[in-house]
C-alpha cells in the first residue's frame, strides 16, 4: 500500500516538473544550447525515475529533436499560418452551399477584417 502511494507521488512530481519545465521552456531560454542542456536534463530525471508512462512522449522527443530545438534559435513558429487555416476551415464548413466564389472570399475577409472595419 505505502509502494502505491509513493509511486502516486511519484507520478505527480514527474508531472508537475513536467509542466513547469515546458513553461520555462515556452518563456525562458536565451539560446538552443542552453535549451539542449535543460532538456537533456530533465530526459534524464524522467528516466531515471523508472516511469514508463512518458516512453512515448520521449520517443516522440528524440526523433524531433532537431526540430524541437531549433524552435530556440530565433523562437520562430507558424501559429498565425495554423490560426488562419483554421479560420477557414470553419468558414468552408459553415458556408457549405455558396458555389460563387467571390461570395466565399467575401465571407473569408468579413471573417478576418469585418470587426475591425465596422466595429465604431
Avoid at 34 to 57: D, H, P, Q, Y
Avoid at 76 to 101: D, H, M, P, Q, T
Wanted: hydrophobic fraction near 50%; glycine fraction near 6%; include cysteine.
Amino acid at each position: 500500500m505505502t509502494l502505491h502511494i509513493e509511486h502516486k507521488k511519484n507520478v505527480i512530481k514527474i508531472w508537475l516538473s513536467m509542466l513547469v519545465f515546458f513553461m520555462v521552456v515556452l518563456l525562458g531560454f536565451a539560446n538552443q544550447v542552453k535549451a539542449e542542456e535543460k532538456i537533456r536534463a530533465w530526459v534524464k530525471r524522467v528516466t531515471a525515475s523508472g516511469l514508463s508512462c512518458f516512453n512515448k512522449f520521449l520517443k516522440m522527443l528524440d526523433g524531433w529533436w532537431d526540430e524541437i530545438t531549433n524552435y530556440f534559435i530565433d523562437r520562430a513558429n507558424s501559429g498565425f499560418v495554423e490560426g488562419l487555416n483554421n479560420k477557414i476551415k470553419v468558414l468552408k464548413r459553415r458556408c457549405y452551399g455558396i458555389f460563387n466564389c467571390e461570395h466565399l472570399f467575401q465571407r473569408i475577409f468579413l471573417d478576418l477584417e469585418g470587426y475591425r472595419l465596422f466595429a465604431g
